[in-house]
Every structure is written in structure tokens, then in C-alpha cells.
């Protein structure tokens, strides 16, 4: 079984359009988490959701919008692509408390054409 | 806020050889220490980690040091095989809080 799960795995776009990537944690886990990756594979922190509620809002355009509907699922969508935003999103799931690790998805590749 | 130092950025070793990589960390605060290693279409996947109140850990192959005073941590991998290719990253957070800063990876290669 698939602990932490994201839909789609490649999604390819023009530039303008809207998009949404769905992820899913069966761990029972308290927090959930967006990732974006570069191109030059660094790991940048977007979003942070404990209990359905946002505690990391880090410096991310207003175009992105995390949703969690239940504390095991956490959606991103996306308003009006653009270029810049191609790149690998991870959702990631963690107890959330005193040094409990992330758990990682498989990503979804975004690009932007 | 914490800024987490990963080298080398590649590192290429022949099957059998150890593999070392180095992190530094600025927040005296953190103390929490995990290690990933993230394979070709994969996401990031734990392989160990150290908390502070540690020097250090061992797994089989894999062992991660921790120096609090000079606030560095490394990871060592012991008889390196084919399998062990991938980007490593590590990563340093405070007990409760929910943020972790990342390095910036390690692409290792092991030339069979």
C-alpha cells in the first residue's frame, strides 16, 4: 500500500492555464506538506497543514493555493501558469512532532509550456 | 532562520569504496537530523537519522555522525554497491516545529 500518494504523476500544461495535483496519506499522520524541487534538485518547503489547519505559508505566489478538506489529504492548485512554475511538487506527511521524519510521495512533474 | 550546507554536490566512488558526506547547520537550535536518498523518478525516501542528544548512529552499511559544537553531521556508507546511486540529502529541524530545512544534495555515483 502506497503510505503517501499524488495525482497526477506528469502533467504537461500551457502557460495561463489552471491546475490541481491531489495527494493522499494513509499513516494516520498529523501534517501535511508541499515541496517544490528545481531543476537543480533543491528541496523548498511551500506549504504546511496540521489538522486541516495552514502553519507554514512560506514566500509563495498568491497564484498557489493549498486545500485540505481532512488531515489525510492536502490539494494544490495552481491559477495561471507560468513557466517559472515548471518543476517537481512532492507532498510529504509527518507525525509532526518531536523529530518525526517526512514521508515522501513520488511527485508530480509539472511542465510548462 | 536555518541554512543547511551539503557537500560535495557529486561524488563518484568505485564499488566497495565508502562514501562520505558532509552538512553544516547554523541554527544551534536544531536537533533533529534526518538523511534521504532520492532515486531517479522517486521521491525522497529516509534512510537515517540522528537526534541530538546522539554522536552517533549505525545501520548495516549506513552511519550518520553528529558534532553539536561544530554543528556538522555526516553521513558515511560503508561497501558501496551499484545500488546506492542516487542524490542524498539531509536535512535539519527543531522538535516541534514543523519545518525542515534542506541541503543541497549529493549525487553519488558507484562505478561497478
Known amino acids: 500500500d502506497t503510505a503517501v500518494s499524488q495525482t497526477p504523476k506528469y502533467l504537461v500544461t500551457q502557460m495561463g492555464n489552471d491546475k490541481s495535483i491531489k495527494c493522499e496519506q494513509n499513516l494516520g499522520h498529523d501534517t501535511m506538506y508541499w515541496y517544490k524541487q528545481d531543476s537543480k534538485k533543491f528541496l523548498k518547503i511551500m506549504f504546511s497543514y496540521n489538522n486541516k489547519e495552514l502553519i507554514i505559508n512560506e514566500t509563495v505566489p498568491n497564484r498557489f493555493s493549498p486545500k485540505s478538506p481532512d488531515k489525510a489529504h492536502l490539494n494544490l492548485h495552481i491559477n495561471s501558469l507560468e513557466l517559472g512554475d515548471s518543476a517537481v511538487y512532492f507532498c510529504?506527511?509527518?507525525?509532526?512532532?518531536?523529530?518525526?521524519?517526512?514521508?515522501f510521495g513520488n511527485g508530480t512533474r509539472l511542465t510548462v509550456t | 532562520g536555518e541554512n543547511v550546507e551539503q557537500h560535495p554536490s557529486t561524488l563518484s566512488v568505485q564499488e566497495g569504496d565508502s562514501a562520505v558526506i558532509k552538512c553544516t547547520y547554523s541554527d544551534s537550535a536544531s536537533n533533529y537530523f534526518p538523511w534521504y536518498k532520492q532515486e531517479l523518478g522517486k521521491g525522497p525516501q529516509l534512510i537515517i537519522d540522528i537526534r541530538s542528544n546522539v554522536g552517533e548512529k549505525k545501520d548495516q552499511r549506513i552511519a550518520v555522525t553528529l558534532n553539536k559544537t561544530a554543528k556538522h553531521f555526516s553521513l558515511h556508507i560503508t561497501e558501496t554497491q551499484p545500488e546506492d546511486s542516487a542524490v542524498y540529502f539531509c536535512?535539519?529541524?527543531?522538535?516541534?516545529?514543523?519545518?525542515?530545512?534542506f541541503g543541497s544534495g549529493t549525487k553519488l555515483n558507484v562505478k561497478p
Open positions: 536535512a535539519a529541524s527543531k522538535y516541534n516545529f514543523n519545518k525542515f530545512y
Open positions: 510529504a506527511s509527518s507525525q509532526g512532532q518531536g523529530g518525526s521524519p517526512l514521508h
